[in-house]
């Protein structure tokens, strides 16, 4: 059995940005574990710009932003495995791991960084009546298959969902040739930044239908069309307005699921509303030892804020790490952050009373609010309060608690709410 | 004549509403809520201009394309054409970030420029 201070599993953003600051705050033996042929996670394939312009303060590429730290960690002696698939984590955090070389991996890590990140809700989620004709796919298998594998899939194109993997891929498509006919989008609103439909949509003249969607896909062999129809707003379709449309390719931008089969087989507790793991401000999870960042724990917009959330993570490994109390968010008291009107969930759920800093807690809102006030209190006290012009959901927010405040509350949850 | 934008300067999108003079030029603008939204306006209705990005074809490497992106943004109008040039252009392996791929794309003194290796 191999023995390291700090296993992190997933080499993309997260995992990266994870191990290099652990690194940064003093722990010896890290390994990566990846399953790709190469580092850099899903940023590989988004070919566009518009990453970093937080954390760079520049714009950059998908590639280019992972490169950044792919050179870093390729600096230190943090061991990568690529080619490799973790299929277990058994109690006395032993990761399990399988590839080509090593056969069968078993390794004994003091902490374990979960960096999984997460994958695009498929079509059988969807329940859209029809055959499985080719041509019906996710718009990130579609982004993989012209930006990785360098070949179009299709020539007229219907995109359901108006996520922004779904409009980076209309114009990555349009500009490739195809005709893309229309993004449907089931909610009365688009779930991708403005910029994106300003100029992936707009730009190209592409039309966005919102309440919109497909109901059922036509063609047996290849897809031969879709039929479109509004939505009411329990957003089921409305008889009388089916319309038929012509299409070889179906894409799917229809939301993300963290991919938390490995969470969920070590026993770790899960948040219902964020599908990823219930933690503490360090993002340590509920087992001992166990952290989780990046998109495996919340699904984020913008990488710039994976990479500081997986910092947060690296740094509370290498203190659990250095301090070897298993039990630190175990024996100490713990606040409980709660959601309420109008606030969809937030992250991290619990806060250590023995905390050590200000605590950022992050959150995303159930509907678009305007100049509503987002307030956080505890007890009777408000610890936060600030208006905004605009809420959205697709815009991930965040709250700063300072220590001081953290300190004095007895007993009661923090709670975060919008009050119009 | 009147032209209807969405900023995108910040996530707040602020509908825009540009009076544009005969040639042109831009005469007011209101809806922004900030300084940003007129520069963004005034920007786009009298030089509008896109980061490209796309892939390349690529000889003997591990994989058949790499990514490229415009060293500036670009006029938007000339897109399709510089996406005609990317398009027809193939490199040989290996390839580093930041080699420059087509100098000078179609005159608009931007270069198309390697975003990975291969």
């Known amino acids: 059995m191999l023995k390291y201070d700090l296993a992190v599993i997933g080499g993309g953003p997260a995992g990266m940005a994870a191990a290099l600051k652990a690194r940064e705050c003093g722990v010896a033996k890290i390994i990566i574990l990846e399953r790709a042929e190469t580092l850099g996670g899903i940023l590989e394939q988004c070919i566009h710009t518009g ?12 590639p280019e932003y992972a490169h950044r730290f792919i050179e870093q960690v390729e600096k230190t002696d943090i061991d990568v495995k690529v080619d490799t698939m973790v299929i277990d984590i058994l109690p006395g955090n032993v990761v399990v791991a399988t590839n080509n070389t090593d056969g069968l991996l078993e390794i004994n890590a003091t902490a374990i960084i979960l960096a999984m990140g997460c994958r695009e809700r498929p079509r059988g989620a969807l329940d859209i009546p029809g055959s499985r004709a080719s041509g019906i796919m996710t ?9 990785i594998d360098g070949y179009m899939p299709g020539k007229k194109i219907v995109i359901l969902g108006s996520g922004d993997i779904g409009l980076i891929m209309a114009r990555r498509m349009t500009l490739e040739g195809a005709k893309v006919e229309m993004v449907c989008e089931l909610m009365p609103y688009s779930g991708g930044l403005t910029r994106n439909i300003v100029q992936c949509l707009d730009d190209l003249g592409i039309p966005l239908k919102l309440s919109c969607t497909v109901i059922k896909t036509h063609g047996i062999e290849r897809l031969e069309g879709v039929t479109i129809a509004n939505v ?3 957003r089921k379709p409305i008889p009388g307005t089916e319309q038929f449309v012509e299409c070889d390719t179906l894409l799917l931008s229809v939301g993300l699921i963290p991919e938390n089969e490995l969470t969920r087989m070590a026993g770790i507790i899960i948040d219902p509303v964020t599908n990823g793991a219930i933690v503490d401000e360090y993002r340590q999870t509920s087992r001992p030892g166990v952290f989780a960042c990046g998109n495996v724990l919340q699904v984020h917009d913008l990488v710039d804020y994976v990479t500081q959330e997986s910092q947060i993570a690296g740094e509370g490994a290498a203190k659990y790490i250095q301090s070897k109390s298993k039990s630190r968010s175990r024996s100490g008291k713990c606040i409980h952050v709660k959601a309420q009107n109008g606030v969809r969930y937030v992250v991290p759920q619990n806060i250590n009373c023995t905390t050590d800093g200000d605590v950022k807690i992050y959150f995303r809102v159930t509907d678009i609010f305007k100049n509503a006030k987002i307030v956080v209190t505890a007890g009777d006290k408000v610890l936060y309060s600030k208006k905004k012009k605009k809420l959205a959901p697709g815009e991930m927010e965040s709250v700063p608690i300072k220590l001081e405040d953290i300190k004095k509350i007895d007993k009661q949850d923090i709670i975060v709410r919008v009050e119009a | 004549m009147k032209r209807e934008l969405v ?18 030029d831009v005469l007011s603008v209101t809806g922004n809520t900030c300084p940003r939204g007129k520069k963004y306006a005034e920007d786009e209705c009298t030089n509008p201009v896109r980061m490209l990005t796309s892939t390349v074809k690529v000889n003997g490497g591990k994989l058949p394309v790499v990514p490229v992106k415009t060293s500036a943004p670009i006029p938007k109008g000339k897109m399709f054409d510089c996406m005609k040039v990317i398009n027809n ?30």
Do not use: M, W
Request: aromatic share 6%.
């Open chain 1, 232 to 234: 009411d707003e329990h």
């Open chain 2, 7 to 24: 900023c995108v300067s910040c996530p707040l999108g602020c509908p825009l509403s540009v009076e544009l003079g005969e040639n042109g």
């Open chain 1, 51 to 62: 990453f970093g312009l937080h954390y760079f303060g520049e714009e950059l590429s998908g």
């Open chain 2, 89 to 118: 252009e193939v490199v040989d392996a290996p390839i580093k970030i930041g080699d420059v791929i087509i100098c000078n794309i179609c005159d608009t003194g931007v270069d198309i420029i390697a975003t990975n290796e291969v």
């Open chain 1, 139 to 147: 718009a990130g298998t579609a982004q993989k298959y012209v930006n």
